[in-house]
């Protein structure tokens, strides 16, 4: 059975919660990477940066609809969405605007499974972890790879 362990990137490109947002864009556009994943000093996985999340910051602050009923006033995304988006909005660094909690692997897990996460989840890419530290990360690249050998 073919694991996470088997073809995760070990040398991974990663940021800092302190890394400021042009640097990581830089990072992830010059590396041709979907995403980059953060860590502390000690190496333990803190979130994941993706590409969507910075253009998530650059687009304009949607103003709640709302819904006129009776005379009424119905807000149809509720004030804690809308300061969530605020917040990530003006991110000036990593720690701001990543993804926190992110899906991980263990180095352990079969790689049938990763594919199935990365399909419903529609993730690019997933960090490798053990006891709370990054040890590699899995790309859709490194499942193809696998799935169609290429002679």
Known sequence: MITAMNIMETD????????DIISAAQILLENHINGVPVVDV?????????QSDLIFQQKKVSIPTIFSFLDGIIPLSSSKQLDKELQKIAAINVGQAMVKNPVTAHPDMPISEIASLMVEKHFHTIPVVEEGKLVGIIGKEDI????????
């Open 12 to 19: 991974v490109i990663k940021v800092s919660p302190d890394t």
């Open 42 to 50: 000690e190496g333990r996985l803190q979130g994941i940066l993706c």
């Open 144 to 151: 193809l790879k696998v799935l169609i050998p290429f002679g």
